[in-house]
């Protein structure tokens, strides 16, 4: 059974970091890839960054590139999103979720699956 787990999110004060894991089961990192998400209340969920695991390309929503890493431990089959920098409108719950396709498309989110439980992040002012 494919399952991906989302942890490390929390709460933060404005310019501070965290970092958010993404665990998956039921499948290996190899032909496919990740990508993060998140919404806030009452926004339609976001994409946010991925990884493709064929080539290692990562990929950006303009509101993290310079403050949002992607990165993943193939070993753990673990993918990761250090964040830093963090502002208030960064607050909403990131999900994490598989594209089989590995087209790493994170304005459709009709490519992705497997979609994660979400984990809170909140960033105070």
């Known amino acids: 059974e494919v399952q991906l787990v989302e942890s490390g999110g929390g709460l933060v ?3 501070g970091s965290l970092r958010l894991s993404c665990a998956a089961s039921g499948f290996t990192f190899i032909d ?9 209340p009452g926004k339609e969920r976001e994409g946010v960054s ?16 310079g403050r949002f890493t992607i ?5 753990k089959n ?20 598989a594209d089989w396709s590995a087209k790493c498309s994170i304005g459709v989110l ?16």
């Open 13 to 15: 004060q404005a310019g």
């Open 32 to 40: 496919y890839a990740i990508g993060w998400f998140r919404q806030a």
């Open 50 to 65: 991925c990884i493709r695991f064929t080539d290692g390309r990562t990929y950006y929503d303009d509101s993290a590139k």
């Open 71 to 75: 990165s993943s431990d193939n070993a």
């Open 78 to 97: 673990t993918v990761y999103l250090q964040m830093n920098s963090l502002k208030p409108e960064d607050t909403a719950i990131y999900y994490c979720a």
């Open 110 to 125: 009709g490519d992705f699956d497997s979609w994660g439980q979400g984990t809170q992040v909140t960033v105070s002012s």
